[in-house]
Structures are given as C-alpha cells and as structure tokens.
C-alpha cells in the first residue's frame, strides 16, 4: 500500500510540473493574428456549429446564434486577407452570411424596425457583406453580393440620414452606441469598395456622437435614450471593447482618442497580475449581466478578450500581446493537428469572440502608429514565479529528504574514518613498542 500512495504521489508531482511548465511556455508564447492557430479553432468552431452550438448560444442570451456565426465568418474574412487561395475563406463566410440570412438568424429581431430588423443586425451582417467582398478583386465579385451590399448599405445610411438621433433601435425602444458604430464602419467599408456615397451620413454621425458622450468619462455611453441619444448609463467595457474595435476604421483620430481613454480607465492589473479589463470604468462598479458575465474583482473575462482586437487595430500590440498572453494561460487551450479549443471546447461563443479578436485588423484605415505602452517588460515577472514555484514545489519534501539522506551518510562515513584512523595510529606504535622491547632483550638472552 505504501509502494502504490508513493507512486501515486509521483505520478501527481508529475502533472503538477507538467502543467506548470506548460501553462509558462503558453504565458511566453502569445498567439495572435491569422496564421495556423487560428485556423485550427476555427476548425473546432465550425465542427461546433454543425453539432449545434448556434442553438446552444442562442439559449445563453439573446444574440447568441447570431454572434457565434457572425464571428466565425468575420474571422475567416481576416485570414482570408492574408492567403493568396481565399476560396476556403469566401466558402466559410459566405455559409456563415446565409446563417444570418435564414429565419433563424432574424428570429430575435423585430421587422418593423428601421433599417429592417433593426441596427444590431443590419449593421453586423452588413459588415460581413462587405468583408466577403473584399476578399475579391472589383472585377471578380459576384454581381448579386454587390447589389445586395449596396441595398443594405442604402437603406442603412438612408436610417441615419432621418434619425434624429446617431443612436438607432436595435430593439423596439432600446438603443446601443455598440450597434450603431459597427453599422457606420459598414458604411466606410462600402466607401471603400465601391464608389463612395456616404461620407456626409458618416460625418454627420460622428457630430451627433460627439455631442452625446457619457460626461462621466468621455466615451460613447452604453445605453441611450432611443429618441433622442440622451446617455442612460455610462460606458461600460462590454460595448466599449467593441465600439474600440469599429471606430477605427469610422474615424482614426477620434478613434484613438477613445482608445487612450478608456485603456486608461478600464485596463487594470488585479492583484498585480494581469493585465485584465474591469467591466465599470475605474471608482465604479457595478452589478455583472447577461454580456459582461460574472465580474470577478471587477473584471469582465469577455471585455477581456475582445479588447485584444481593439488594441490590435490601434497598433497597441504591447496590450494585445499581453491579454493574449494572459488568455493562452487562463484559458487552457486544448490544440490537436486539426482543432484547437479552450476551456475544453465547453463554451464555443468564447472561443469565436476570440479568435475574431486576436485576428483583428483595420479593413478600411491605414494601420496607426502605436500608441505609448501601458504594459511593461516585466508585467509577466510574477505570474512566471508563480509558476516556476509551482513547477518545483511537489518535488521540494523528496528533494529535502534526499539531502538529508545525504548529510546523515556523509556524517556516518566520516564516523567510520575517523574511527579506521584510531586504530591504524594505535597498531604501528604497538608494534615499534614491541619490537624496541625484544630487541633490548636480545643483548641480555645473548651475554647470559
């Protein structure tokens, strides 16, 4: 029985080392862009969404089916910007386009709203529209993708243009800046693909946004009124990490205005570990809901994430590379030849906010210079200790008895020397004793 604890010991020693060993070459090695990783978790996605993870998503809130369609074709749209073969990438978005078109797609969304279905969902699949579009010279794009992008991005500007607020429903009575941002930026997308049309709706949106920051902190607000554009409650990182992500290809020079100001304050290290992003700006909190998650220390693990592709677009690679980093450790990636997944594949909507993050780039601005760095060299200095601790702690009580061992050994040999010595010094003067002694003895048996 003992034999088999103290195996069974070493054998979890084992997996302790391992893991901590593991956890520190993936803390060093941030995986970011469109190459060969991402490919592989959208390997594991796409497996996940012909198995129904849509309907999975979509019993998690309200845009869950549409979120994790939408992402899994915007990123395939990044990696296809990178290869010169785009046919699977084209193959992949377009399908994840027709996801967005069936009914299931529009289900969650009201018709009756301007543009049709409202702006949340006008504006991403529009986004999308675009993005396979791009992936095509002029010549070579499909005539009926052309004019359907060209009628969604008509009646979209056509929705601002008679809005008396930049803000539109993407509910009945409910209005997000997120959702009107993401439909701007389709609308500069159009103007860069196509003959521009709307660069007056563009300027005018932004005037109308600039008027109706959260005075709490500068930034676009979270919830508006939907009539007026009225701020209902300050920006929170949820919306933020996105609208961060959009506005720089609305606008590069109020984009990073932005930018600077809500890193400064939502990008936190807690417990001097991180970097992470808190879901209320910096003195505020707040309760967690359906999009944030729960709000560990204030943090917001989905902000977290997609805040890797703001950072990307605004050329932060320091704070991209880090929440990465940080990422590849919590999130305990599971990577085969095919898949890669995290968490264990047990919630894929995490994974597509993800991989869209980390293969995020501007699709219509020119890349920014980068902004000053709020993550140091060092910022990994304790979570390295941290694991190099926990690589060597299970084998510290063996290490110490073996040395132990070894001093008790040490002391025994000197004991057993000392002791030869005592007795060997003892033997020779015996015997120079004896042999003085017979032979002074000889001169007297000799004369006698």
Known sequence: MRRVMRVLRLVLAAVVTVCALGGLARLHSPTLGPGGAAVRQLGFLRAELDGGAGDGAQAMFPEGYFFLHALYGLAWVDVGRHRTDRAEALREARWALSKLDAPQGTAPFSAGLTPRYGVFYAGWTNWLRGGILSLRDAAARDPAEVERF???SRDLAAAFDASATPFLQAYPEQSWPVDSTVAIASLRLHDALLPARYGDTVRRWLDGARERLDPATGLLPHVTDPRTGTPLEGARATSQSVIQRFLADVDPVFARQQYLRFRELFVVRPLGIGPAVREYPLGTDGPGDVDSGPLPLGVSLSATVVTIGAARVEGDDALAAALSSYGE?????????HTKRYALGLLPIGDAFLVWA???????????GRPPAVVGPLWKAPLTLVLVLLATAPWLPRALRLLRRGGVLRSRLRGRRAERGEEGGATPAASVSSGSISR????STTSH
């Open 150 to 152: 060209e009628r969604d």
């Open 358 to 368: 980390r293969t995020a780039e501007p699709w219509v601005a020119a890349p920014p």
């Open 440 to 443: 002074s003895a000889e001169p």
């Open 329 to 337: 450790l919590a999130g305990v990636p599971l990577d085969t030849p």
